[in-house]
């Protein structure tokens, strides 16, 4: 009934949702109304129902009263609970309290008992292990006494069994250590004999599968030493004999199988060729696998142990000190390389075999990996080595090079078929350079000049078939062997090059003949690089000048030494006296017969070395220095006797008659030394008149007007001729 009463149906019947606003009153009688209706409908509901309702309230009275009767009992129980059971709870707890305590010491007690009963045991076990001459048995019994020590029940510590048990195991576990190193000293030991420019090395190796053998081994890896005793073999291996093998002249010869004797001799400059190297490498190794390769435990050997430590340096050793070596300086040596790799890889499968090596991982052939780099830097190195070696030879081992005369022809054009433009470049080109710049002039070099440029050229066509990386290194060790030049040449042969013309001849000439080719040596080096892609720029022209700069600056410094020793011959005869003499003695004339053999003997040195232009400048250079300062010595006097004038017009024709002959051309006196026609005209005023003096002056448009200025002549004048009128006049004319 109540299910289908709908008190929302019932609300909106009584009030209307339309109206906005209603009144309380009117509507409370409406719903009190309803209620009452309400009721009654309960009541007949009540009534109707199949339910004794009045029974089922009795009923519930009734359970109400007995559970309240429950409630009091369980209080009461609570209350007996509390007032005699914890009672006895508390004293059940003390109890117990007491038991645990009790039962805590004698625990602590037991595990004390315990653990000197277990200290006991490992001492029995080490007792056993040193009577049936076991180190494994007695190790592995003091190595556990001392790890059970270390961390001992409580209380143990405070005991004084502790520390003396503490103290005796590791006295003991010292001892054992102490026996196990005397006796791998007995089993592996190296002696070496120093003698003059040799050195024996004994090494024995008394290893075997015997059970002494491995009981040793076994004690040393327990006790964590093995690994160090093999550590510092391999490292004694490494420095005494694997080191000396690389580098010297080494034998090894096996006596016995417990045995090997290994000869080192010392000799200069030598390094051992790789075949011989990796001969007494497998020598070596292949007696030490026979000893090492014992198995003393589970998949373990000596030979892997010293494996591992030795592999990776070892490989470094023969790369950098012996493999890098056989790299060849020259393309064709290298394309027949296979034979040395070859030779390597049987090496390393023999150093795999014997467990030296691991199969992966490490390989001999790395170096191979960068073998353009190492052939570049080995190729430069031996070229520049052998460019070294050309540079001390001796200079005056000569040569003739070079051109007598330019030819006049052009260069032919009919068999190229070019355009307009290309054919006027070409004209112009042709044009603006000089024909000398393209042929070097006949003269005399020293082979080793054209000995170090055959090298150079060698150098470029092997760059050409190589790769970028060495073709550029090869370029700049070109570079360098021209920058060594500069450097080694005039200091190997500096006493040389102060004392000897023709090694100064031949210097210059040579400096030219290399710095003529380097002008077009780029060019030759680019024609060769055609279908290249070049990332860096190839040029020898700022080379040109710098070599061409030191062929000049070691010819004028010499040129200089034989302009003093010209100047000092004149200085220290009479010559130089002339002011306070009246008469030349006779070094006079042998200081000026000095100078000329002077010259003649660089003639007869000079002539045909030089190119014919340079000696003629060279010796009309000398010559007119010294022609200069005969000139100066009579030209700053101020009075001359007419017995010295004499002595000096002969002195002065025997120059005019001897210097002519120190040129290949008699008249080239006359074209390139500057003051020759004054010599001559001097000698003219010493053994003339004043009458031939003014018609030599010939009012200022004579020779003697061209070569002589006014203030030398008039004091040339007075100095040789009295005060006289005529002198007086023709001084007057002179102006």
Known sequence: MAEEYDVESVISKIINANESTWDPEEIMPLIIKEIDQRKVDVRKFIDNCDYDIEAIVAESDELRIESQDLVDEMETCKQEIEEEAMVEIIQSLDSHDKIAKELQSVNFALNIVDDVIRCSEYMKQFDEGREAQSFSRAIEAIDELMQFIETPTSGFKQLELYESTKNTAQLILDDLLHDLNEEWEKMISFSMDLQNHKTIITMNIILDESENCKDVLVALDNTQNLVGKISAFARILKEDVLTPILKHDCSIYSATDETATITINYKPNFTPPYNVVIANMKLLFQFINNKFNIKYSENKTLMKIFGQLINADFCEMMINDCLVNTIPNNINDLQCYDKVTSDIQDFQYFLTVINLFPEEGLTLLKYMDNIDVLFSHRSSQYFLETARSIMLKDLSITMSIGVEKIPDEQMNSENYSVDTYTEEALDTFGKTLPKSLFYFPRCMISKTARELLDLVYLIMEQAAQCSDVVCKKMYYTVRLIFELYDAVVPYSHENYLQTIPQYVALFHNNCMYLAHNLQTLGDKWLSLMDDRELDYSIGFLDLVQKLRELGYKHLTMHMQQQRKQILDNIRSSDLNCIVVKDVLGENAEAAVRQCLRQLQLLKNVWIGVFPSNVFTKLMATLVNMFVDELIHRVCTVEDISMEMATQLTEIYTLVVQKAPQLFQNTSDVET?????????????????????????????????????????????????????QFRANLLSKIK
Not at 680 to 709: C, M, R, Y
Request: glycine share 8%; net charge negative; charged share 20%.
């Open 672 to 724: 390139y030394v500057k003051s020759w026609i004054k010599l001559q005209e001097l000698i003219f005023v010493l053994g003339g008149s004043l009458k031939d003096i003014e018609n030599h002056w010939n009012d200022g448009t004579g020779p003697l007007a061209v070569h002589f200025n006014v203030e030398e002549l008039r004091s040339l004048i007075k100095a040789l001729f009295q005060n006289t």
